[in-house]
Nanobody
Framework: QVQLVESGGGLVQAGGSLRLSCAAS????????MGWFRQAPGKEREFVAQVIWSGAGTSYADSVKGRFTISGNNAQNTVYLQMNSLSPEDTAVYYC?????????????WGQGTQVTVSS
């Protein structure tokens, strides 16, 4: 069984920064991509950023472009999300996800989430 564990969430003032971390443990697997998603109260879960290890690079939601940076280590199945210039609209539970290297691209493994709260 694969577990993803996020850390680094917390309370920050608007304009501040946070760095989220995610590490995989348990059964060894090869990931094709890892990403971050978030869910704000009363809203559906939405895509934030992802990194595709094969060289396709990174992609971001328009709402976070220029403020958030995703990075990580393919061999260790770790991923980070550096969040700068945070605003109250970024308040959400942030989830890490991993897509195993199989025929169909799908985020199969999910973490439990870490709360990010941005105060105005």
């Amino acid at each position: 069984q694969v577990q993803l564990v996020e850390s680094g969430g917390g309370l920050v003032q608007a304009g501040g920064s946070l760095r989220l971390s995610c590490a995989a443990s348990g059964r060894t697997f090869s990931s094709y991509a890892m990403g971050w998603f978030r869910q704000a109260p009363g809203k559906e879960r939405e895509f934030v950023a992802q990194v595709i290890w094969s060289g396709a690079g990174t992609s971001y939601a328009d709402s976070v472009k220029g403020r958030f940076t995703i990075s990580g280590n393919n061999a260790q199945n770790t991923v980070y999300l550096q969040m700068n210039s945070l605003s109250p609209e970024d308040t959400a539970v942030y989830y890490c996800a991993a897509a195993p290297a199989v025929a169909t691209f799908s985020y199969t493994y999910w973490g439990q989430g870490t709360q990010v709260t941005v105060s105005s």
